[in-house]
């Protein structure tokens, strides 16, 4: 795997640390569980997952999970959460979260992310803006679909001439 990248560094991404109160909102919106290490939290391709908050321990985000080019995206402690743009969006999830260490989480319904980011509009600003250099982030790295196929097929062709014309990034 790939040299850990924890959260988002300063000089590449706003902090996604959440504060004190800004938990206290998040916790009144869901619920604490203990996570073992190993714990999936969400698979890539998932239609659908819920918001999580890491109260201790670590979790991260893992491409290609449980392959031999399995890759580490990011890692997040303390007060930080998991996820991007695409959670709010409908896309399905490009990654899996995974717990690194034992730990406690919150995890706040799907739904009830969208309510407080359409209700709260500082936690609603950190929360959208963290997504959204997290995706850029991703898209500067070369992250995306993997489109599997000869150059030479016109299918495959019309395809990554479709990808390019709406800046979503291939492999």
Same mark, same amino acid.
């Given at each position: 795997?790939?040299?850990?990248?924890?959260?988002?560094? +300063?000089?590449?991404?706003?902090?996604?640390?959440?504060?004190?109160?800004?938990?206290?909102?998040?916790?009144?919106?869901?619920?604490?569980?203990?996570?073992? +290490?190993?714990? +999936?939290?969400?698979?890539?391709?998932?239609?659908?997952?819920?918001?999580?908050?890491?109260?201790? =321990?670590?979790?991260?985000?893992?491409?290609?999970?449980?392959?031999?080019?399995?890759?580490?995206?990011?890692?997040?402690?303390?007060?930080?959460?998991?996820?991007?743009?695409?959670?709010?969006?409908?896309?399905?999830?490009?990654?899996? =979260?995974?717990?690194?260490?034992?730990?406690?989480?919150?995890?706040?319904?799907?739904?009830?992310?969208?309510?407080?980011?359409?209700?709260?509009?500082?936690?609603?600003?950190?929360?959208?803006?963290?997504?959204?250099?997290?995706?850029?982030?991703?898209?500067?790295?070369?992250?995306?679909?993997?489109?599997?196929?000869?150059?030479?097929?016109?299918?495959?062709? +019309?395809?990554?001439?479709?990808?390019?014309?709406?800046?979503?990034?291939?492999?």
């Amino acid at each position: 795997m790939d040299k850990p990248v924890r959260g988002e560094s +300063v000089e590449r991404a706003p902090a996604a640390r959440l504060s004190g109160d800004q938990l206290k909102k998040l916790a009144a919106l869901g619920s604490e569980h203990p996570a073992p +290490v190993g714990e +999936v939290l969400f698979s890539a391709g998932d239609a659908s997952y819920d918001f999580f908050v890491v109260l201790e =321990g670590t979790a991260e985000i893992i491409d290609r999970l449980g392959q031999p080019e399995e890759r580490l995206v990011a890692s997040y402690g303390k007060a930080e959460f998991l996820g991007e743009i695409g959670m709010l969006t409908g896309e399905r999830s490009r990654f899996a =979260g995974v717990m690194k260490s034992p730990g406690r989480l919150l995890r706040v319904p799907l739904e009830q992310i969208r309510t407080i980011v359409a209700q709260d509009s500082d936690l609603s600003e950190l929360i959208l803006r963290t997504f959204l250099v997290r995706r850029a982030n991703l898209l500067r790295r070369g992250a995306g679909i993997t489109l599997i196929g000869s150059r030479y097929d016109e299918r495959c062709r +019309v395809l990554l001439n479709s990808f390019s014309l709406s800046r979503t990034a291939v492999e």
